[in-house]
């Protein structure tokens, strides 16, 4: 694509070839007749935007005898403010650099002519917008990342000598930040950008011939993994019914996610980890049965040596130590020897990486750390008000935070997709326990809180189930947990 400056072309159209309307047409004789616009001097202005070349075409008929026209475009339709382009001594066409205009927004241009030394009326007032030439530029509007220091990436343009980026916490901001020229379609910031705000950037192409084109705009939002510090404290665990006997259990302070981990989350690292080495048995998904669902979806369909791989990756990409590590090394392969590498991971308890639940510490979150002990669901008796399960789910996954939370404001510890924790399955002790971390072996590991396919009583806070490892678990996803 030729990058090109808008031109705007004065076509001089006899009138009996053009059926336009007439703007403000007088009686040439006429005391009010200002020097066109009449109805011998038919005229009619329009800026038309070209897909292929990025300009636009100024038309009119003939303004008999006019010696100079004038142009000016605005982003305030009554022209109150500053002019984005003003000029008033051309003849035939003029051209007018983009690089004061953003794709996509409205703007307001008007022209008159000059004839026998006065100014005439001003044209109807017009709008238009103008042609990206920048394409499938990302971060793409409304994007949201884990990662503080995103690409940004756009196709090339042929003919482009360098583009020209900038990125500012607000869109006003851009018109006084500084420009960072690149030579290739890409871009990584230097410095990691703010967490839990929007930001935005821009981008433009300049030729060889130094010709600007108009901005591409975008924003998109840095997000981290949202934790609830959860106080230490001592329960009683269990569910008399479906996992006895009860036995009084005391946890260390920690903090777990608000929510279960999404689906954008999961695939932003993913996709990082497969290009630093790393390796899933299963690739996740956030299938649904309702199709009118898609971002916030929760990831699933992964088993429990996935979960714990994607910690991993989850810890390094975000600049901590790695929580699970074999003999020394970090676990990055959740296939590794079959999977015995995984199975038999150490956690290091007293780091700061990301991390399953321990099957204590995920009860005694989601009875609201102690506020709510004898409560059948996390946060409420009242299953519906803060669960996705097989009575309302419609069978499928629904974009976590739906439903209300529970005493700590934590989401969905009930319902909709089921949560892996660290502990081997084994039977209950009724002997007290202090951060029990479960037992050296077992046939598969926890899984809790039940999902949108399940029936109410899997869904009770204390309700045990478990899978094994090497299982992919169609609704099984994840809930992070840090010290």
Known sequence: MKISYLRFFLLLILATSCSYEYFNPVDVESPEYQGFLTTEDKDNIALIPDDETCWCIFRSNIIFDATAYQLQISNIE????????????????????????????????????????????WSDIGEVSFVNIITNAVPAEGDSYLDRTPEFSWDAVDGADYYEIQTADTKSELDTAVSKIVFLNNFTPNEALAVDQLHYWRVRVVNSEGQVSAWSLGSFNIEEIELVPVSGGSFIMGDEEWASPLHEVTVSGFEIGKYEITWEQWSEVYEWAIANGYNFQNSGSYYSFDFNFYNGLPAKW???????????????????????????????????????????????????????????????????????????????????????YGGNSSDGSHPVGGKEPNELG??????????????????????????????????????????????????????????????????????????
């Open 410 to 483: 934590i989401y969905d510890m009930s319902g909709n997709v089921e949560e892996f924790c660290w502990d081997w399955y084994d039977f209950y002790s009724d002997s007290p326990q202090t951060d029990p971390i479960g037992a050296e072996s077992g046939s598969g590991r926890i899984i809790r809180g039940g999902s949108a396919w399940d029936a109410t009583e899997n869904l009770r806070v204390g309700m045990r189930n478990y899978s094994p490892t090497y299982n992919e678990v169609q609704m099984g996803g994840i809930r992070v947990c840090r010290n």
């Open 78 to 121: 009554d022209f109150s403010g500053e002019l984005l382009f003003n000029k008033d001594d051309f003849d035939s066409n003029v051209m007018v650099p983009l690089h004061d205009f953003i794709v996509g927004e409205i703007y307001y241009y008007r022209v008159r002519a000059l004839k026998d030394g006065s100014w005439g009326v």
């Open 302 to 388: 992964i088993n429990w040596r996935d979960a714990v791989v994607w910690c991993n990756a989850l810890s390094e990409f975000t600049g901590l130590e790695p929580s699970y590590t074999y003999d020394g090394a970090v676990v990055t392969d959740s296939s590794d020897d079959g999977g015995f590498v995984c199975d038999n991971s150490e956690c290091n308890w007293s780091g700061e990486g990301y991390r399953l639940p321990t099957e204590a510490e995920w009860e005694f979150a989601a009875r609201g750390g102690g506020y709510d002990t004898d409560g059948l669901y996390a946060g409420s008796n009242d299953v519906y008000t803060v669960a996705w």
